[in-house]
Nanobody, 125 residues
């Protein structure tokens, strides 16, 4: 029933921008967290940006602070990740993620209950 579907990944030059979108269906929630993780081969899936539904607190990876923004449409049916001033180290597969039960922390992938299929972002130098 719960579905997350990412789109918007592409290959861009360093310094460029991309806007990722995640279509949300099958649920509404007043608790938990939603956001974005990314993964490169051979490394753990890491948190990029999440927000806690209960409090609207947002948390960003240190590497993207000041460059990335997370937001929702007014209908809350789409989650966005605006990525500006992209760097080659931002390259990876980006996954929309959600936990729909209360969580003290959504700091790592083990806390996530639902995943999208991922969308590839490649930043060339």
């Amino acid at each position: 029933q719960v579905q997350l579907a990412e789109s918007g990944g592409d290959t861009v030059q360093a310094g460029g921008s991309l806007r990722l979108s995640c279509a949300i269906s099958g649920f509404t929630s007043d608790t938990g967290c939603m956001g974005w993780f990314r993964q490169v081969p051979g490394k753990e899936r890491e948190r990029v940006a999440i927000f806690y539904i209960d409090s609207s607190l947002t948390v960003f990876a240190d590497s993207v602070k000041g460059r990335f923004t997370i937001s929702q449409d007014r209908t809350k049916s789409t989650l966005h990740l605006q990525m500006n001033n992209l760097k080659p180290e931002d390259t990876g597969r980006y996954y929309c993620a959600a936990r729909l039960e209360w969580a003290k922390s959504c700091a790592d992938a083990n806390q996530i209950s639902f995943w999208g299929q991922g969308t590839q972002v490649t930043v060339s130098s």
